[in-house]
T-cell receptor, first 113, second 113 residues
Framework: NAGVMQNPRHLVRRRGQEARLRCSPMKGHSHVYWYRQLPEEGLKFMVYLQKENIIDESGMPKERFSAEFPKEGPSILRIQQVVRGDSAAYFC???????????FGPGTRLLVL | TQLLEQSPQFLSIQEGENLTVYCNSSSVFSSLQWYRQEPGEGPVLLVTVVTGGEVKKLKRLTFQFGDARKDSSLHITAAQPGDTGLYLCAGAEGNTGFQKLVFGTGTRLLVSP
């Protein structure tokens, strides 16, 4: 059973470009979570999604950031018009149900030049 | 948002020594998890503690959840170089069943041969 997969593992963007980060949850998992880890800081919750629904986006910046988890395909975290402060490691986690353990992917490291 | 503080932030020890990492908060969590994160990878779950006063052992690692469910400790006996990594505690906040994890600041452990 493959673990949580994220791609790309590394992403370089120039200021003003768009970044798309993909997350494929573990097989059988319908709950996806996104976290951000800024340099020298802990992981911070961003958003929690179930298939086709955003359940909690209290940790998402109000502008430029959006997330989706379509019926088919991976979950996508989209950052529009990236700025240098968006440089961070973005981790996706998945769980089989609401209150069960979250399993983390290897992360996408975004660098904004 | 609840905060979790870990201490120490950095720990450098020799192989065979014992160590304890602390995770403290002023708030109560429904459960608390410990993760280890290797460079360039996502956090890997070590243990989940749920009941106040609970003690769990995983080989040379002993985890304890405080009676009031506000703090936790991780004790490693006879540390080995393979224990080197970033140790993160994470509390589950919210009482709706949704495991919104609040991560601690992390303890970076280096075990030298």
């Amino acid at each position: 059973n493959a673990g949580v997969m994220q791609n790309p593992r590394h992403l370089v963007r120039r200021r003003g470009q768009e970044a798309r980060l993909r997350c494929s949850p573990m097989k059988g998992h319908s709950h996806v979570y996104w976290y951000r880890q800024l340099p020298e800081e802990g992981l911070k919750f961003m958003v929690y999604l179930q298939k086709e629904n955003i359940i909690d986006e209290s940790g998402m910046p109000k502008e430029r950031f959006s997330a989706e988890f379509p019926k088919e395909g991976p979950s996508i975290l989209r950052i529009q018009q990236v700025v240098r402060g968006d440089s961070a490691a973005y981790f996706c986690a998945s769980s089989p149900s609401l209150s069960e353990t979250q399993y983390f992917g290897p992360g996408t490291r975004l660098l904004v030049l | 948002t609840q905060l979790l503080e870990q201490s120490p932030q950095f720990l450098s020890i020799q192989e065979g020594e014992n160590l304890t990492v602390y995770c403290n908060s002023s708030s109560v969590f429904s459960s608390l998890q410990w993760y280890r994160q290797e460079p360039g990878e996502g956090p890997v779950l070590l243990v989940t503690v749920v009941t106040g006063g609970e003690v769990k052992k995983l080989k040379r690692l002993t985890f304890q959840f405080g009676d009031a469910r506000k703090d936790s400790s991780l004790h490693i006996t006879a540390a080995q170089p393979g224990d080197t990594g970033l140790y993160l505690c994470a509390g589950a906040e919210g009482n709706t069943g949704f495991q919104k994890l609040v991560f601690g600041t992390g303890t970076r452990l280096l075990v030298s041969p």
